[in-house]
């Protein structure tokens, strides 16, 4: 089902979801970035710099963001952008957001794992998040700082405790491992990336990363050796970035590519436009685990319908099987964080 659907989303290419907004449709959206002077949020704030329906582009970190804001601002597009500094500006820059994007947080180096940001990156979100409950809390939470299989959970439980807890407004960004994949397919293949979409299940870390490369968009068929390996190294593509920059960051510029993805991808279903499909780790009952990344249909609401699993080949069931246990670990890890 959803590799039908998916297509006419042009869920490959940035540039065509930009190209979906009409510069004379009246929509007033403030869009906040948390983590803005980042590896992440600097290029991140530049593509939503480009998205014509966002009329506010409100910047925070803890340092640098005057700066940023100021070199964004001479860019020949119309939002209006504001840098913030710290506590004591946290909660202007998200007075009437209707999305905050959170890429904050330490970025990997070669040896780490995404759970070993866990310490430093949990306390981040969870303090971000809070501010969000008191300022904008109807606001859509969009996740990007890892891990993503615990600060989701993390952004929930938050949100449980201030009372304003929506699942279909908490969603983390998984996008990254669909880019990743619909590129390398495309590469073997001799296809257009753009022109290719995968689906990508479970979460976003390691072998809990599921590409569903038996529902590509066109139908694509690798031999068992080249389907396994290809699968590996769509779960460790985060880390070759790691190892390639050699202790100088991770995967910045392509994160940034997909986080703007689901962001435009959002405010064009926010505003109006039907049939929008990306994947998403969220709230969920499709599988055993209570958090699971499946393609998500979006709307003026958020979250219209959640697409599920579609079928599977015996490789990819085998995949699930053995990506739960440490899923459901480390969602239990991001709400055990909370509850402490």
Avoid: W
């Avoid at 020949?76 to 947080?105: H, R």
């Avoid at 920059?245 to 039907?274: D, H």
């Avoid at 393609?295 to 958020?302: F, I």
Wanted: overall charge neutral; charged content about 20%; some cysteine.
């Amino acid at each position: 089902m959803f590799s039908r659907l998916a297509r006419p989303q042009n869920l490959g290419a940035l540039a065509r979801a930009l190209r979906n907004f009409s510069s004379t449709t009246a929509c007033n959206n403030k869009v906040a970035v948390l983590g803005a002077s980042g590896g992440i949020g600097q290029p991140l704030s530049l593509l939503l710099k480009h998205n014509p329906t966002i009329t506010q582009l409100a910047l925070y970190d803890i340092a640098h963001t005057p700066g940023v804001a100021c070199d964004l601002s001479h860019i020949e597009t119309g939002s209006e952008v504001k840098g913030f500094l710290g506590d004591a500006e946290l909660g202007a820059c998200l007075e009437g957001c209707e999305v905050v994007v959170i890429p904050a947080g330490v970025p990997r180096k070669p040896g780490m794992t995404r759970d070993d940001l866990f310490n430093t990156n949990a306390s981040i979100v969870r303090d971000l998040v809070k501010a969000c409950t008191q300022h904008c809390p109807t606001a859509f939470l969009l996740l990007i700082t890892n891990p993503v299989n615990s600060t989701v959970p993390i952004a929930s439980e938050v949100c449980k405790a201030a009372g304003t807890y929506d699942p279909n407004r908490i969603i983390g960004v998984t996008t990254l491992d669909v880019v990743r994949s619909n590129t390398f397919v495309a590469n073997l293949k001799g296809l257009n990336p753009a022109e290719v979409n995968i689906p990508v299940v479970g979460g976003h870390a390691g072998k809990t990363i599921i590409p569903l490369i038996s529902q590509a968009t066109p139908s694509v068929e690798f031999d068992p050796e080249t389907l396994d390996n290809l699968t590996k190294r769509i779960q460790d593509a985060g880390t070759e970035v790691v190892n390639a920059k050699a202790g100088a960051g991770s995967a910045t510029l392509s994160m940034a590519y997909a986080g703007a993805r689901f962001t435009n991808s959002l405010l064009s279903a926010l505003n109006g436009k039907e049939g929008v499909i990306e994947c998403g780790f969220i709230k969920s009952s499709e599988t055993e685990c209570s958090y699971f990344s499946t393609p998500l249909l979006l709307g003026k609401n958020g979250i219209e319908r959640n697409l599920g699993l579609g079928k599977l080949s015996d490789f990819e069931t085998k995949l699930v099987e053995d990506a739960m246990d440490e899923l459901k670990g480390s969602i239990a890890k991001g709400e055990k964080f909370v509850s402490q």
